[in-house]
């Protein structure tokens, strides 16, 4: 049997489900001065110095100890001008990298390594080995920090190379990095620049660099300098300024593209990145961003997923971070160590602001060995420097639930101060008594004070207020977990509780536990399930508890509970989690006006007809004091902004609550006027009431056509059909909670007239437009359909 075969006929048990869609080309854009080779895909697994079995990579591996991974790797011969590269973005936990038996250096776990590999390489095939240790550490205590960091009883482990891998091509002369300082003007409006250009060169020479700031496309600053480049490393600083800032804030994620050419007589190189101005500062017990207060509506995100641990896909990262922003989040907090650049990216982008941690988890300073200290020093300097141009970052912590030491928090303070060009906010992530902990922080001149609330005695949240006092902010960066977040009371009473704080001024943010459910074998008690930590406000697979998901939503946009004995006053408005994410990255929205045609004859009209037919239904019915008991009015939410996945959608208001625009049978025709220029339609509705499909109307039957007309003369008809466009908007049906489906159009909102009988949903339908100008939307209901409601409709422009 040849090596191939004998290869194929091994089991791969070790590792978890490889992870779909791996970039060809991994990692951030390559600029045209370099080339890049992926080195994802299979390697060999080796023993004991014996082959026994093949790995994908990236991949994470349940931990066994020993191995080392190698592949072959294809070289062309390297011009006098020319550099190798081999990158890693992570391993986890301890490597050693050789090339064609040349040991290059070793790597601790999660951040990114690359080792220069032009002496060791040669033209043709090149062997890359990677020897691990996932579990325990060598018998000489190599690896002794890396396993005691990573491995242990908070979560689940896993081995291997966790992250892309790639071999790049450079120029003798090329920009490994640029550090990017500013200050902004008091008003915010203005700001100036410091771009320091850390440029490795393989000797002297003279050379120009140059940088560009972008916004949209359109220059906005620009500078350069001549400079004579020693061997070795190399730090260049520019300056320029920008007038008419736009500010990145979770509301405008603003970003600029920043670009940087190195020239020289021999070669040139480039390097990019996106950015953007932003400022965080800790004044009294408040955070404030742009010079406003701050308030921080967090969730804890381990970076994992069902049986891939530590290795995600861009689709699933994509994911994650755009639910975690329609839930209403404008915070993030990734524990507990570093987790992949592009969430981060993603934060930017989105608009979520970030904490990152080194991965010290319940671990005790007063014993612990400076090599281990080190080791998680070592990492938050190796994440300062990936992600210290990214606005989304807000704060660096330490630690999480440690045993504290004013020698290492002073230590850390210092060094991220040092490092960091923005000098963001530094503290530890605390579950220790408050009163041991609050001179640690003021003597490391930590920037603001944290603890984790798992109580169900509300009192201490309030006694941990008043005892931190008003001198800096306090932060929760941990409450909730299952018998919080999953009891409907407690999580309830605890969310006004957390509102209380914030009116009050007391609490400066917080951060429910967790995200997801993540796997811990270590625990059984009633957070767990068969080695699941259940505390999640979705699945390790992502599916949503809706509960929890509705109190979080609540919370995070600060609506208290109306009073308890006022039941029929509850009129809960919730935005649910979308099923997909419709809204282009980067893309611009505007709301379209509603309002003229609810305020019209027409809508007037069509309104009375709605409520008529509502009366009718609930008098003929068995509950025939249903419309009474309510008011005897069709009453909706009283808010017309409503934020679906971050994207705003406003409504009509009318005596001080929502009015949708309606087709009855007495109104069945009526014209949405537009003129706008859109990618994108989004239509908040596509409901009917009082009933509809599925309880009447055949699926696939046309209720109502759509017509859209543009500038050009050009139309597109769209038929909304029962099962397909709309569905039934109220969720219950006599005794029974009932799932009425419309397969284009996803669940956005639920609205809670009355607990018990009117349980109402509404639909998100999203059309593709032609790119010309859109003037109107006539909506047209056919005869004998039920009446069908509108209550927003959003624009999508393409970015810039």
Same mark, same amino acid.
């Given at each position: 049997m040849d090596r191939r075969s004998f290869l194929n006929t091994l089991s791969a048990s070790a590792i978890l489900t490889a992870v779909p869609a791996i970039a060809s080309t991994p990692g951030p854009a390559v600029p045209a001065s370099r080339s890049r080779i992926s080195l994802n895909g299979e390697w060999e697994h080796f023993v004991d110095g014996k082959l026994y079995d093949t790995a994908i990579v990236p991949s994470s591996r349940r931990p066994s100890g020993f191995y080392s991974l190698h592949r072959l790797l294809e070289l062309p011969r390297l011009g006098r001008a020319e550099r190798v590269f081999v990158h890693?973005?992570?391993?986890?936990?301890?490597?050693?990298?050789?090339?064609?038996?040349?040991?290059?250096?070793?790597?601790?776990?999660?951040?990114?390594?690359e080792f220069e590999i032009t002496a060791a390489a040669k033209e043709g095939a090149n062997e890359i080995q990677v020897e691990m240790a996932d579990l325990v550490a060598f018998a000489d205590g190599t690896a002794k920090a890396e396993i005691g960091l990573g491995v242990h009883s908070g979560f689940e482990a896993y081995g291997g190379i966790i992250r892309d891998v790639w071999m790049e091509l450079r120029p003798a002369s090329f920009i490994e990095n640029v550090r990017l300082a500013y200050d902004l003007t008091d008003s915010y409006s203005a700001c100036s620049v410091r771009p320091r250009v850390i440029v490795s060169s393989a000797e002297a020479k003279s050379a120009r660099i140059e940088t560009v700031l972008r916004y949209k496309d359109a220059e906005v600053a620009r500078a350069s300098q001549t400079v004579q480049l020693k061997k070795g490393s190399n730090d260049i600083e520019l300056a320029f300024k920008i007038k008419d800032v736009f500010a990145w804030?979770?509301?405008?994620p603003n970003l600029y593209d920043l670009t940087v050419q190195l020239t020289s007589d021999a070669s040139h190189d480039s390097w990019q990145c996106r950015t953007g101005f932003r400022e965080i500062r800790a004044v009294g017990n408040e955070f404030r961003l742009n010079g406003k207060r701050l308030v921080l509506n967090g969730i804890c995100r381990h970076d994992m997923w069902k049986d891939q641990g530590l290795t995600l896909s861009r689709q699933q990262q994509d994911q994650d971070m755009r639910m975690i922003k329609a839930?209403?989040?404008?915070?993030?907090?990734?524990?507990?160590?570093?987790?992949?650049?592009?969430?981060?990216e993603l934060a930017?982008?989105?608009?979520?602001?970030?904490?990152?941690?080194?991965?010290?988890?319940?671990?005790?300073?007063?014993?612990?060995?400076?090599?281990?200290?080190?080791?998680?020093?070592?990492?938050?300097?190796?994440?300062?420097?990936?992600?210290?141009?990214?606005?989304?970052?807000?704060?660096?912590?330490?630690?999480n639930e440690c045993n504290l030491t004013l020698d290492y928090l002073r230590e850390g303070k210092q060094r991220c101060n040092r490092l960091d060009p923005i000098q963001r906010l530094v503290s530890a992530a605390n579950d220790r008594d408050a009163q041991k902990v609050k001179p640690l922080f003021i003597g490391a001149d930590l920037d603001f004070f944290d603890q984790h609330e798992y109580d169900f005695t509300l009192n201490e949240m309030d006694e941990e207020a008043r005892y931190d006092g008003p001198s800096k902010p306090l932060t929760f960066s941990e409450w909730g977990g299952k018998q919080i977040g999953q009891d409907e009371p407690i999580m309830g009473q605890t969310a006004d509780r957390l509102i209380d704080l914030v009116e009050s001024g007391a609490l400066s943010g917080h951060a429910f536990w967790s995200w997801q459910d993540i796997r811990q074998y270590s625990r059984i008690d009633g957070e767990m399930r068969d080695g699941i930590l259940e505390s999640g406000v979705v699945t390790e697979a992502r599916e949503p508890r809706p509960g929890v998901w509705a109190e979080l939503s609540r919370l995070f946009a600060g609506h208290p509970h109306a009073k308890r004995e006022d039941t029929l006053a509850l009129n809960r408005l919730t935005a649910l989690p979308l099923q997909r994410i419709p809204f282009?990255?980067?893309?611009?929205?505007?709301?379209?006006?509603?309002?003229?045609?609810?305020?019209?004859s027409s809508g007037r009209q069509s309104w009375q007809a709605l409520e008529t037919s509502l009366e009718k239904y609930w008098t003929g019915s068995p509950w025939n004091d249903q419309w009474k008991r309510t008011g005897s009015q069709f009453g909706l939410w009283q808010t017309s902004e409503t934020k679906i996945a971050g994207v705003c959608f406003l409504s009509p208001l009318m005596d001080g609550r929502i009015r949708a625009v309606v087709l009855t049978a007495e109104v069945p025709d009526t014209v949405i006027p537009i003129h706008q220029t859109c990618v994108?339609?989004?239509?908040?509705?596509?409901? $009917?009431?009082?009933?509809?499909?599925?309880?009447?109307?055949?699926?696939?039957? &046309? @209720? #109502?056509?759509?017509? !859209?007309? /543009?500038?050009?003369?050009?139309?597109?008809?769209?038929?909304?059909?029962?099962?397909?466009?709309?569905?039934? $908007?109220?969720?219950?049906?006599?005794?029974?909670?009932?799932?009425?489906?419309? &397969? @284009? #159009?996803?669940?956005? !909102?639920? /609205?809670?007239?009355?607990?018990?009988?009117?349980?109402?949903?509404?639909?998100?339908?999203?059309?593709?437009?032609?790119?010309?100008?859109?003037?109107?939307?006539?909506?047209?209901?056919?005869?004998?359909?039920?009446?069908?409601a509108i209550f927003a409709i959003t624009s999508e422009q393409l970015r810039g």
């Open positions: 890693f973005e992570a391993i986890t936990y301890w490597g050693r990298v050789s090339v064609n038996g040349q040991t290059l250096g070793t790597m601790g776990p999660y951040v990114p390594y804030s979770p509301e405008t839930l209403g989040s404008n915070f993030v907090r990734l524990v507990h160590y570093p987790h992949d650049r592009r969430i981060v930017d982008e989105l608009g979520l602001l970030v904490s990152e941690e080194p991965g010290f988890w319940q671990m005790d300073f007063q014993t612990m060995d400076r090599a281990r200290i080190e080791l998680g020093y070592n990492i938050l300097e190796a994440v300062i420097r990936r992600d210290w141009n990214s606005p989304s970052v807000m704060v660096w912590f330490l630690c282009g990255s980067g893309n611009t929205f505007r709301s379209v006006d509603l309002q003229p045609l609810v305020n019209s994108q339609l989004h239509i908040l509705g596509q409901v $009917s009431f009082p009933v509809g499909y599925p309880l009447v109307g055949p699926t696939g039957e &046309t @209720a #109502a056509v759509y017509t !859209l007309q /543009y500038a050009s003369g050009k139309i597109q008809t769209l038929p909304v059909r029962n099962g397909i466009e709309v569905a039934q $908007s109220n969720c219950i049906d006599a005794a029974t909670r009932i799932h009425p489906i419309a &397969t @284009a #159009a996803q669940p956005a !909102l639920e /609205y809670i007239k009355d607990s018990a009988r009117e349980r109402y949903q509404v639909l998100l339908w999203s059309i593709p437009t032609m790119s010309e100008e859109l003037v109107s939307m006539r909506c047209q209901l056919n005869a004998g359909q039920p009446s069908m």
